[in-house]
């Protein structure tokens, strides 16, 4: 399912004006040979060791999808005077090329194709944009994802961004297929089938009279509740969660499952409500925490002892974002979309320092448990060794069957890269630079490209 990243717009103005510009000179021009892309970043975002690769499946959906209807082509007829001939060429225009790619779920590193995409150039052009924004974006959360479910060392993370997400389907997606346990927001877990979680917000025990009297409305209304902490002063809100918690369960056996801690001193507080909770013989309850928490922070408690059974993270992980207090930018994955080849055998080349790219129709393999990845020619052969990563997953504008997985099901991939993915680059900072080298035959070819366009 593609989530609707705009109800009003179809899938054919999801793309930048100058793609569209760029489709009408390939086709003035008569230039619109069969063209290859490669989608990648230059780098791992976070200071991290590794991407998780998410993203694949609304990609597909959409190359697959790709059209201009009507009112379409008359939005672009107020742009430029474009012929009439290219509008109706628009009109029919359906996506009949290849994409290969790297499987969602699994581990991938800078420099490496995410997808490879081939087509017509036209087509190819305009798919540009939408393929960034949810291979980038998705893999970008994803990966914030491992690395926070990581801090928590196996304590269960709810992803709950959705009021500040610029994305939030993409976020409430890859934050699942990055380990998150679930979302809160209701719209993608029903479209991507992710389990629910939720406590309650300040505003409703605001609106009661008292704390205890809002306590005891949210324990008299739900069998199994949540309730949350911080509204006014934690240690005298435990304790009349607890009395609360005693006498619903006394009069109507509904349960307390959890506690919430928002705000504070994380560390003291969650020992505090951790004893009053024991005390009180309500050791099965939970203690939860959120409030502006990060990877750093996650590992932090942990490291220190907290009693806190899992975790709330909104902001940090739905918009991807990095931390100045670690020196960690976030924010985007700076993925890039460029030329490699095309059906004249060119080999098209941008020189521009560490920018310059690297041409020809490529596979990634792997070689070994992550002894290292060798980026090479389609046409050579694999290592025994190794094993291809880029994968067909659109043939002839068609979505091959079997090839794009629940979100559960991409989810359980994740986990098994991750725990086959070794500890030195797994970490939060510091972690080793994993080789990612290039064959022998890619570096003549791309010094051979090179010397062409130096005089």
């Known amino acids: 399912m593609l989530p609707p990243i705009d109800a009003r717009l179809t899938p054919g103005l999801l793309t930048d004006f100058y793609h569209v510009d760029s489709a009408y000179v390939s086709w003035r021009s008569g230039r619109n040979p069969v063209a290859t892309f490669d989608l990648y970043t230059r780098n791992q975002p976070f200071g991290s060791g590794f991407l998780l690769v998410a993203g694949l499946e609304l990609a597909a959906r959409l190359a697959t999808g790709f059209g201009y209807d009507d009112d379409d082509v008359a939005y672009l007829r107020t742009l430029r005077p474009y012929d009439e001939a290219f509008l109706d060429e628009l009109r029919r225009l359906r996506f009949t090329g290849e994409i290969l790619a790297i499987p969602e779920g699994e581990i991938a590193f800078g420099h490496e194709p995410l997808l490879r995409v081939t087509a017509p150039l036209g087509e190819a052009l305009v798919l540009e944009s939408a393929l960034l ?81 809002a306590f005891r409305a949210v324990a008299g209304s739900l069998s199994r509740y949540s309730l949350l902490l911080d509204t006014y002063d934690v240690r005298l809100a435990i304790q009349t969660a607890a009395a609360v918690a005693l006498d619903v369960r006394a009069r109507l056996g509904h349960e307390l499952t959890s506690v919430r801690l928002d705000s504070g001193d994380l560390l003291a507080d969650s020992r505090f409500c951790r004893t009053v909770l024991d005390e009180a013989s309500l050791t099965e309850v939970r203690i939860l925490a959120s409030g502006d928490l990060d990877e750093f ?149 791309r010094d051979a490209a090179s010397a062409a366009h130096i005089p």
């Open 133 to 213: 924004h949810l291979v980038g974006v998705s893999t970008l959360i994803a990966t914030k994802a491992a690395r926070v479910a990581r801090a928590a060392a196996g304590r269960p993370v709810a992803e709950f961004g959705f009021r500040r997400a610029q994305a939030p389907y993409l976020a409430a997606r890859s934050g699942y297929i990055g380990g998150c346990a679930s979302t809160s927001f209701l719209a993608a877990a029903c479209a991507f089938g992710i389990p629910t979680s939720g406590t309650i917000p300040h505003a409703l025990v605001e609106a009661f009279s008292t704390e205890e009297e």
């Open 297 to 445: 922070r996650i590992a932090e408690l942990v490291a220190n002892g907290a009693p806190i059974d899992g975790f709330g993270v909104g902001t940090s992980l739905a918009v991807g974002a990095g931390s100045m207090a670690h020196g960690v930018e976030g924010g985007a994955l700076g993925a890039i979309y460029k030329l490699a080849w095309d059906d004249d055998e060119t080999a098209p080349i941008k020189l521009a320092g560490e920018k310059s790219t690297w041409p020809g129709k490529k596979q990634v393999v792997r070689l070994g448990a992550f002894e290292r990845d060798v980026i090479q020619l389609e046409d050579e052969p694999v290592p025994a060794n190794g094993r291809v990563l880029l994968q067909p997953v659109v043939v002839g504008g068609e979505i091959v069957p079997g090839t794009l997985p629940s979100t559960s099901e991409i989810r359980d991939r994740a986990m098994h890269s991750l725990s086959e993915l070794p500890e030195r680059y797994e970490r939060l900072s510091g972690g080793d630079t994993y080789p990612v080298t290039h064959s022998a035959r890619l570096r003549k070819l």
